[in-house]
């Protein structure tokens, strides 16, 4: 399965509301995470089951979808949000991720 | 705090087996039903997923990307799993990243070593 995630570059301000999009080329149901990467460490798990927040994520973070289609929400930016965003499958073998969407200052 | 610790040669020439280790901490690899992956990162590929070991059972799964070139295995005395990458080449350098996913339909890989630089030179 193949990921696509959209835009791969967005400029944002903080209190900016800023949404990211990964789409799936085969039906993945809701076995889609979103990480977080900042530069230097390993990837940070965000969101699972396509919507559901891993404990201890500021719940500014949202994510939705189902199918094909998927996004990632910050409701209002924060400085130590600046960073890069993927998303991975885990519906169907080989998991894959998406290429990435790196969020930077505007 | 489960806690993730990858090792190995950080350098290696082409058509070497690359050997990487992922330490355990914090519980117990086989106390539970979890996947052991190994991923890499590199700026040409991005993220890439190479495969996993399922800890009850040792069953594996890899992707396919890397045409029968690894094998990742588990060490439960030693609470450790590793990776075996033959025939490398300048394309296999990356970060390694080890990760945990328990092994419940949707969950994600919720705990990730800190990374270990691999380059292979020619």
């Known amino acids: 399965i193949q990921l696509s995630q959209s835009p791969s570059f967005l400029s944002a301000s903080v209190g900016d509301r800023v949404t990211i999009t990964c789409r799936a080329s085969?039906?993945?149901?809701?076995?889609l995470a979103w990480y977080q990467q900042i530069p230097g460490q390993a990837p940070k798990l965000l969101v699972y089951r396509a919507s559901t927040l891993q404990s201890g994520v500021p719940s500014r973070f949202s994510g939705g979808g189902s199918g094909t289609e998927f996004s990632l929400t910050i409701s209002s930016l924060q400085p130590e949000d600046f960073a890069t965003y993927y998303c991975l499958q885990m519906s169907i073998y080989p998991w894959t991720f998406g290429q990435g969407t790196k969020v930077d200052v505007k | 705090q489960v806690h993730l610790k990858e090792s190995g040669p950080g350098l290696l020439k082409a058509a070497e087996t690359l050997s990487l280790t992922c330490a355990v901490s914090g519980d117990s690899i086989s106390g539970g039903s979890y996947y052991w992956s190994w991923i890499r990162q590199s700026s040409e590929k991005g993220l890439e997923w190479i495969g996993r070991v399922y800890s009850l059972t040792g069953s594996v799964n890899y992707n396919p990307s890397f045409q029968g070139r690894v094998t990742i295995s588990v060490d439960t005395s030693k609470s450790q799993f590793s990776l075996k990458m033959t025939s490398v080449t300048a394309a296999d350098t990356a970060v390694y990243y080890c990760?945990?996913?328990?092994?419940?339909?949707?969950?994600?890989?919720?705990?990730w070593g800190q990374g270990i630089r691999v380059s292979v030179s020619s």
């Open positions: 990760a945990r996913r328990k092994a419940v339909p949707g969950l994600g890989l919720d705990y």
């Open positions: 085969e039906d993945t149901e809701t076995h």
